[in-house]
Structures are given as structure tokens and as C-alpha cells.
């Protein structure tokens, strides 16, 4: 069965103070990898498509790599307004028709303080 | 235009309303959804529409029916919710084909009382 693990849960870091979120996953044949930023009471904002293991994607202070198993989400230098939760979600090829499931993790809430 | 947009943003209704949300994006792609969002959960895939036609159901109650009239338009026709239908409900497009990441519009905030 297709699934997403992410951590931590929750996150508090002071500004300016680097770190990294995970997400693991389980899927039959990866078609890719989707990292959302999502705000309180909005919907999720595109960040990042990884597609095979090796491939790193730079936004900003927020780099995103892929490994057979996992992605990381690093944060360098975080500011106050990257304060959100971070959702990494997956598709696999496993699926019937034209277009496959996003399989979602459950989130890793991230606070920023000043 | 890299935008998909909802409407209304916030909807209150009562158990035997009916009631429509709409979503709207003119970045051409041919694929879209309708997603559920519970308070401190993800997303949940409702309904897919690919080339306009229904391609993913995933169970949905009959209470929700939707409706693709054309490739930039979507609607989710609502009645006889539960209170328990109270979420966030997220249309999201995207291309068709192998690489196609999905693009979200802000939400609807639906209350049902």
C-alpha cells in the first residue's frame, strides 16, 4: 500500500536557525514527489516536483532533495513568514486512467519565531 | 495567469439546502479536482475530472455531485450535507500526463448547521 511519513509533526525554531522536515514514502513506482506550503484556512501553495532519486530543487531559503525512500525539505536562515505547515505528497504509477491519486502526508506544522 | 480560483469563500447552509461551489482556472490544463479538508489533516481526494469527463470517484456519498462544464470550470453541487460535511473543500487542476503537479485555488470554508 502507497505511504506517506512525515516528520516531526511540529517544528518551533528560532530565526535563522537551519533545519530539515522528512518525508518518507512508500509507493509502487514513483512519478513523482510534490512539496505544498499550506497557511491556516488556505489552500496548499506549490513548492517543489522532485521525480528521481539524486534531483535537488532550490526556492528561495527551502531546498528540496530525493532519495529512493525519502525527501528532504532543508531550511536555511528561516524567517517568521515561513512559519506554515509543509505537506509532502506523492503519485505512483500504480493508478487507473489518465491521472493518479496525490497520496498526501499528514503535515509538518513549522513556527518561526523572531 | 498560474491562478485557480473558488467561490464563495465562505458557505454556511442548513441540512436541507442546495447549493453550489465553483472553481475557475485559465492556466489550460485539462485535469481537474475537488478535494475535502478536515481541521489538522490533508487533503482527501474527492472527485477527478479528466478531458472533462469523470475519471476518479472515490466513494463519495451522493450528496455531493459534481459538474465540469467546460475545461476551465468546475462546480460541486451540494445538498442534504451532514454537519460532519463542515470542512475546507479545495479545487485543484492540473495538466494531463506523467508529469503534472496539481495547482490549488484558496478554498471554500463550508459550515453546515
Known amino acids: 500500500e502507497d505511504q506517506v511519513t512525515q516528520s516531526p509533526e511540529a517544528l518551533r525554531l528560532q530565526e535563522g536557525e537551519s533545519s530539515s522536515l522528512n518525508c518518507s514514502y512508500t509507493?509502487?513506482?514513483?512519478?513523482?514527489l510534490f512539496w505544498y506550503r499550506q497557511d491556516p484556512g488556505k489552500g496548499p501553495e506549490f513548492l517543489f516536483t522532485?521525480?528521481?532519486a539524486g534531483e535537488e530543487k532550490e526556492k528561495e531559503r527551502l531546498k528540496a532533495t530525493l532519495t529512493k525512500k525519502e525527501s528532504f525539505l532543508h531550511i536555511t536562515a528561516p524567517k517568521p513568514e515561513d512559519s506554515a505547515t509543509y505537506l509532502c505528497a506523492v503519485q505512483g504509477m500504480n493508478y487507473g486512467g489518465s491521472q493518479g491519486n496525490l497520496i498526501f502526508g499528514k503535515g509538518t506544522k513549522l513556527s518561526v519565531k523572531p | 495567469d498560474t491562478e485557480v480560483t473558488q467561490t464563495p469563500k465562505h458557505l454556511v447552509m442548513g441540512m436541507t439546502n442546495k447549493k453550489s461551489l465553483k472553481c475557475e482556472q485559465h492556466m489550460g490544463h485539462r485535469a481537474m479536482y475537488w478535494y475535502k479538508q478536515k481541521a489538522k489533516k490533508p487533503p482527501e481526494l474527492m472527485f477527478v475530472?479528466?478531458?472533462?469527463?469523470?475519471?476518479i470517484n472515490e466513494s463519495v456519498p451522493s450528496r455531493f455531485s459534481p459538474e465540469c462544464p467546460n475545461s476551465s470550470l468546475l462546480n460541486l453541487h451540494l445538498h442534504a450535507l451532514q454537519p460532519e460535511d463542515s470542512a475546507l473543500y479545495l479545487c485543484?487542476?492540473?495538466?494531463?500526463?506523467?508529469?503534472?503537479?496539481?495547482?490549488f485555488g484558496p478554498g471554500t470554508r463550508l459550515t453546515v448547521l
Open positions: 522532485l521525480y528521481s
Open positions: 485543484a487542476s492540473s495538466q494531463v500526463g506523467l508529469y503534472n503537479e496539481q495547482f
Open positions: 509507493v509502487s513506482g514513483l512519478r513523482g
Open positions: 475530472y479528466s478531458y472533462e469527463k469523470l475519471s
